[in-house]
């Protein structure tokens, strides 16, 4: 009973307490609602600040001032673009940069890298091959490497080639001649036909071509068979016909070919010649051997070398030759069939006329009447 006090104190100091922190909770909330009032009201005050500007910037834009500024900013900003651009492909590393160790990595995986510049002129690693194809210096099949072409000096042979052609095209002397004017000509003639040419080989000589030709001349073609022979050579006649005689009474064939033949490499294999296809027999056999049966000896015959006979062992058909071993020959009457193909269509397509000086009345006066129309 006596603690009753007590806690009816604390009690009273405890409400205290919670109605100061709900009036510093209330004030704290009515400064933060301030804060956000004025908040909002500054960006309303800036937006409002910001269209009035952007609408006196638009009136300025159509004004007369405003349009001459505009053109003069995107002349200056062309002018600008243009010049970087050109800084940019004019760019050349420092020397330093050539010799750092990443360098030779980014040109050797580049296809085609530029390898030395000539004024305004980029000279490629395919340029500086075709001026070493073009001057000699290297067979048409060959190629060299980036570092192969500066080792052999081939780039500032091809820089120097580039300098006198430019000193050249700048020479209205060298420019205005008659004869380098002529010759030029001439020289892009060849280019652009060996170029068209070429293009017309690419599209018309492939593999699948040449296979299909090979194919068609297997089917039609017959190509005959080879016979199996063997022969003896001797000197005299007298003694082929004996020799011969003596066969036919069943004596050896071999043992008379190792004996009396003068055709060593054949004595040597008991005059064996093996097969042979017509084209290849010697003069003087095929006629007879191909009129004739397995088994049956010639009758004796001169040749380049001597008396001869021989026998027919066997036949077999004769085997076509296989397409890689005529190939290299299929491709080349390719070649040469689009080649003639090409110039007759240009020949049916294009008026040419021949002028031919007659063999006679040469003279300058009657030229006219020498020329004529082919």
């Known amino acids: 009973m006596e603690k009753k006090p007590e806690i009816a104190g604390t009690s009273a100091a405890t409400a205290a307490r919670m109605e100061a922190a709900k009036a510093f909770l209330g004030k704290a909330l009515r400064l933060t609602g301030w804060f956000w009032q004025l908040v909002w009201r500054s960006c309303l005050l800036a937006s409002r600040d910001i269209v009035t500007g952007f609408a006196a910037f638009r009136r300025w834009l159509n004004s007369t001032d405003g349009q001459v500024a505009m053109c003069i900013l995107t002349l200056a900003l062309v002018i600008i673009g243009m010049k970087t651009i050109d800084v940019l492909r004019l760019y050349t590393p420092p020397q330093e940069a050539l010799t750092d160790v990443s360098a030779p990595l980014v040109v050797a995986e580049a296809p085609d890298p530029v390898l030395v510049r000539v004024g305004r002129r980029e000279l490629k690693h395919s340029d500086i091959l075709e001026y070493a194809h073009q001057a000699g210096k290297l067979p048409e099949a060959e190629s060299l490497s980036v570092a192969e072409v500066f080792e052999r000096g081939l780039v500032e042979e091809a820089t120097d080639q580039m300098l006198l052609a430019q000193a050249g095209q700048a020479n209205v002397a060298v420019t205005s001649d008659e004869d380098v004017i002529a010759r030029l000509t001439m020289a892009q003639n060849r280019i652009l036909s060996a170029a068209h040419l070429r293009q ?46 003596a066969l036919l009474e069943g004596g050896d064939f071999a043992q008379i070919a190792r004996d009396f033949s003068i055709d060593q490499a054949s004595a040597a294999r008991e005059g064996q010649m093996g097969y042979l296809a ?63 193909k090409e110039l007759q269509r240009l020949r049916e397509s294009t008026e040419v006329v021949m002028y031919r000086l007659s063999e006679t009345n040469m003279s300058d006066s009657d030229t006219e009447d020498v020329l004529f129309r082919e």
């Open 200 to 245: 017309v080989i690419e599209e018309n000589v492939t593999e699948e071509k040449a296979v299909r030709v090979y194919q068609s001349q297997r089917e039609n073609i017959s190509f005959g068979d080879e016979l199996r022979l063997r022969h003896v050579v001797v000197a005299e006649e007298a003694l082929a016909q004996g020799l011969r005689d």
């Open 278 to 340: 017509f084209g290849q027999m010697p003069a003087g056999y095929a006629e007879r051997a191909y009129a004739m049966r397995n088994g049956d000896i010639s009758e004796v015959f001169e040749t380049g070398t001597g008396w001869a006979f021989f026998k027919v062992e066997g036949r077999r058909p004769v085997r076509p030759p296989s397409f890689n071993s005529v190939k290299p020959d299929i491709m080349e009457f390719l070649r040469l069939q689009a080649i003639e």
